[in-house]
C-alpha cells in the first residue's frame, strides 16, 4: 500500500483478546461470530464501504503500539491515519467519513458518543513519524495525551454508538448482537 495519499483506516487485528477468552470466549474475538458473520469482517466490512484506502495490520504484534507502528510504516504517505481496533463492529462507513473529514495536518481528531470517547481517532500528517516509532501495549495514548496539552486534540460529537462498542468480553459480544438486531434496516 505504499505510495497511499489521503486518509487511510489502520486495521488493527493483531490484538491476543485475553480479556475475552478469561470472559469464558472460544478462542479469537476478532473470528467470534456476531449475527452469523466473524466480529473482524463486520468491521471490514465498514471500512471498506466507506471509500476510504483500508490497510488490515493482523501480523500479530506484541502490543497495539507495535500494530498501530507497523499500520503506519506500511502507509507512510497517507495524508492521515485512522486508527480503528478490529473489534468495533457496530462502526458505520459514515463516521469512517465524517472523521477523516475533520483532521487536519497538525492535530488529532477522537470521536465521542453520548459524552464518551471512541475510535477511530484520526492522527493528522505531522503525527506520521510518532505514529511510526510507536510500541508497547498502550498504543497511542501518549501521542494524544501531549497533542491535548498542546490543543491539538479536537474531540468530534457523533451519533453512532458503534465507536464506543468495543468486544472485549463475551458479555460485550452478547451486547453486540443485541444493538445490531435491534437496529433499523436500511
Do not use: N
Not at 507497523?70 to 491515519?81: K, Q
Not at 481528531?109 to 505531522?126: T, Y
Not at 490543543?151 to 463475551?170: E, H, K, M, N
Amino acid at each position: 500500500m505504499r505510495g497511499v495519499s489521503g486518509p487511510v483506516v489502520l486495521l488493527l487485528a493483531s490484538g491476543r483478546g485475553e480479556r475475552f477468552t478469561a470472559s469464558g470466549g472460544q478462542g479469537s474475538k476478532l473470528r467470534a461470530p456476531l449475527a452469523g458473520r466473524p466480529v473482524l469482517e463486520w468491521t471490514r466490512a465498514a471500512a471498506q464501504a466507506s471509500g476510504l484506502a483500508v490497510h488490515v495490520e493482523d501480523a500479530g504484534h506484541p502490543g497495539m503500539g507495535d500494530s498501530i507502528a507497523a499500520a503506519a510504516r506500511a502507509v507512510p504517505d497517507a495524508d492521515a491515519w485512522l486508527v480503528l481496533p478490529g473489534d468495533l463492529p457496530l462502526v458505520r462507513p459514515d463516521t469512517l467519513r465524517a472523521v477523516a473529514q475533520a483532521v487536519g495536518a497538525g492535530e488529532i481528531v477522537v470521536p465521542s458518543f453520548g459524552g464518551e470517547r471512541g475510535h477511530p481517532v484520526a492522527f493528522g500528517r505531522e503525527f506520521g513519524a510518532q505514529l511510526r516509532a510507536l510500541t508497547g501495549a498502550q498504543g497511542a495514548a501518549a501521542i494524544v495525551k501531549a497533542a491535548t496539552q498542546a490543543g491539538r486534540v479536537r474531540v468530534l460529537p457523533l451519533d453512532d454508538r458503534g465507536i464506543v462498542t468495543d468486544i472485549d468480553t463475551v458479555a460485550d459480544l452478547q451486547a453486540a448482537e443485541r444493538l445490531l438486531l435491534s437496529a433499523p434496516s436500511a
